[in-house]
């Protein structure tokens, strides 16, 4: 069945009969039952622009809408990359300076053990040199007693010190 156009509704003819309807009328009626259906296929074709423009648009806004999702997608990924990446810098920042720490730690205490023995070795030799200051002062005083109780040297010599002995020192 094919529909009917303005031009088949325009042309329809019909018999005339005695006992039939006016003929101005049904022209009448026909003219108007035309207008209108001119009016329904200008607007429906209307209609179908408007549909084929809106599906344009539709398609539009989808393909918007699947840029703008892949562009989130895209731009999350890149965040957590940024994110491992800043979290992976920060460990090795750490453990960069965690290894420092201990190598400044083990230097400070290497240094510690230096100072220290060099005070061990400080302490022996001062305790060695008062040792032997010690001995040569108790030789010296010894020997100076000695000579003090000698009888000849008792009256011959009058009581000065005499180079190189204690009072040299």
Do not use: C
């Not at 200051?133 to 009888?151: G, H, I, T, Y």
């Amino acid at each position: 069945m094919v529909p009917l156009t303005v031009l088949d509704i325009a042309n329809k003819e019909f018999k005339t009969s005695l006992r039939g309807y006016n003929q101005d009328e049904v022209d009448e009626f026909l003219d108007e039952v035309m207008r209108d259906y001119e009016a329904l296929i200008r607007e429906n074709e209307e209609l179908r622009q408007n549909t084929v423009g809106m599906g344009e648009k539709l398609e539009q806004y989808r393909a918007l809408e699947q840029t703008l999702q892949n562009t989130l997608v895209v731009a999350q990924s890149t965040a957590d990359e940024m994110k491992q990446a800043a979290r992976k810098e920060a460990e090795l920042v750490v453990r960069e300076a965690e290894q420092r720490a201990r190598e400044l730690i083990q230097r400070a205490e290497a240094d510690v053990e230096r100072q220290r023995a060099e005070l061990e070795r400080l302490r022996r030799e001062t305790e060695q040199f008062r040792a032997q200051v010690k001995s040569l002062l108790e030789s010296q005083l010894a020997l100076l007693n000695r000579d003090l109780s000698m009888p000849a040297v008792q009256e011959a010599r009058p009581l000065e010190p005499s180079r190189g002995s204690v009072g040299s020192l």
